[in-house]
C-alpha cells in the first residue's frame, strides 16, 4: 500500500472540506492506493455525530463521496464532479471508535462517465455504509484549466498501517 500525494497540498485557496489538511472544519481525509483499490483511515470526532456519539449520516456521504472522487484522480488521472451518489446506510458509526476504514474501486466506466463503488468499515471490520458513485470526468486539459490537476502519484516507500 502507497500513500497518495495530494497534488493541491499549499496550494492558494486550496480548503476542500473533504482532504485539505489545513482545513480546521473539514475531515482532513488521506488516501493510500492498494492495488485497484483506494483506502482511507479515518478517525471520526465528536463534533461530526448527529445523534450523541452517532457519525452523521451526512459525515457518510462526504467520505464516501471524497474516497470516490480520489479514485477517480489516482486511477483515471484526471479531475471531474461527482453527478449522481447512491447511499446505502447499513449499520449506525459509533463516533468514540479508534478509526474508519474506507475502500473504494472503479466499477465501471463508460465515455466520460466513472462509477465508483465505495465502503464505510468500523474499526471492527462491520460495513456500515455504502455508496454508488457516478462521477463525470473532465479531459485532462480542462482538468489542469479548471482544478489545477497536473496528476496524482504516490509515496516511493510502502505505508503500513498501524491500526
Known sequence: MKKIINPWKGMDKYNCFGCCPTNESGVKMEFFEDGDEIISFWKPEPQFQGWINTLHGGIHAVLLDEISGWTVFRKMQTGGVTSRMEIKYLKPV????????L???????VRNLVTVEAEL??????????????????????????MNFRGCDVEPEEFIPLI
Open 94 to 101: 459509533d463516533t468514540t471508535q479508534s478509526h474508519l476504514i
Open 103 to 109: 475502500k473504494a474501486r472503479i466499477k465501471g466506466i
Open 121 to 146: 468499515y468500523s474499526a471492527d471490520d462491520e460495513l456500515c455504509s455504502k455508496a454508488l458513485c457516478t462521477y463525470y470526468t473532465f479531459s485532462k486539459e480542462k482538468a489542469e484549466k479548471d
